[in-house]
Every structure is written in structure tokens, then in C-alpha cells.
């Protein structure tokens, strides 16, 4: 597997640096990979179903940056989030195709988010982050599917593709 490090020192960089890291995936990249409708491979050989929109909400700076950049270069169109009040003010001017939504954060958690979103749009596909039990989060609460943090970036962006591409298969 691809070492991280180059990823983290362009997000701690200097704001005025323009220097982009040099990544090799340890996979290929979701846009190139399995045909339509290989729902029981490899979530990170999954493609993008195009085109795909991805709110992504979380309370750490860090984590959102790292899951917007890692579904931006697997082909998502990304909008973030720091907080369960701005995602339903996001949700309002655009619908995204999924979510990708971390539980604990201030001012409106990911369960009281969760609850809200699927009285405005059951159907929505929601991928949780947590930094507890990604299966038992699964279980206990609407959604997809979970992954725990820390997360490979490409099973993420795997992980969402999939979800969005059964939702569509729906």
C-alpha cells in the first residue's frame, strides 16, 4: 500500500502553496475500473456512476479535506460540510447523489442529521465515518453502508460509489 505521507504534507502545507502531491493508488482509481454493475466486487474497483454529487460532513477539518480530495480524484463532485445544521442548508440548494457523514459533531450530530434527512429524502444514500465500530453504526442506523476512520482513501471513495450505484440500480 502507498504510503499517506505525500497526501498529508500538501494538506499541512502553507496556505500559499500551489504544490500538488505526487500519489500512486495502491488501487487503480474507481473512474477506470469494473464495468457497471459489479456490486459484489471490490468496493475500490467500483466505477463513478457519472455524475455524481457527494456531501461530505464532518467536524474535523482534516478528515473533510482528505475525504473531499480522495472522491475528487475518483470523479465525485464534492461539497462539504462542518456540521449537521450546514449539511440541511447544503441539502437545500442541491441534492447530492450521496452522503457522506460523520456522527459526532457539534452543534447537530450525524444521528439527529440522519433522522432529518430521511424524513426530507429516505431514499438518499448515506455512507457513515466514525471512529467507533463501523458495523455496528451500519446496523443501528439507516444507512448504506460505514467506514471507520482512519480510512483508506480509495475504499472510500469505493465504498460511495457503491452506495450510489445501488441507489441508482434501485
Known amino acids: 500500500m ?4 505525500p497526501l498529508l504534507d500538501w494538506l499541512l502545507r502553507e ?4 504544490q500538488r502531491p505526487t500519489i500512486e493508488p495502491a488501487t487503480p482509481p474507481v473512474r477506470d475500473a469494473l464495468p457497471r454493475g459489479s456490486l459484489d466486487a471490490d468496493p475500490a474497483q ?5 455524475p455524481t454529487r457527494v456531501l461530505v460532513v464532518d467536524d474535523d477539518a482534516g478528515v473533510r479535506r482528505l475525504a ?15 456540521n449537521g445544521e450546514e449539511a ?12 457522506l457523514l460523520d456522527l459526532e459533531m457539534p452543534v447537530m450530530d450525524g444521528r439527529e442529521f440522519l433522522a432529518r434527512l430521511r424524513e426530507l429524502d429516505p431514499e438518499l444514500p448515506v455512507v457513515i465515518m466514525t471512529g467507533h465500530r463501523a458495523l455496528e453504526a451500519r446496523m443501528e442506523l439507516p444507512a448504506q453502508d460505514a467506514i471507520q476512520k482512519p480510512f483508506d482513501p480509495w475504499l472510500l471513495a469505493g465504498r460511495v460509489a457503491r452506495a450510489v450505484a445501488a441507489s441508482r440500480a434501485r
Open 2 to 5: 502507498t504510503s499517506p505521507q
Open 15 to 18: 496556505p500559499n502553496s500551489e
Open 46 to 50: 467500483l466505477p463513478v456512476p457519472q
Open 68 to 82: 473531499e480530495l480522495s472522491l475528487q480524484e475518483a470523479g465525485f463532485t464534492v461539497t462539504t460540510a462542518t
Open 88 to 99: 440541511l442548508a447544503a441539502l437545500t440548494e442541491a441534492r447530492p447523489d450521496a452522503v
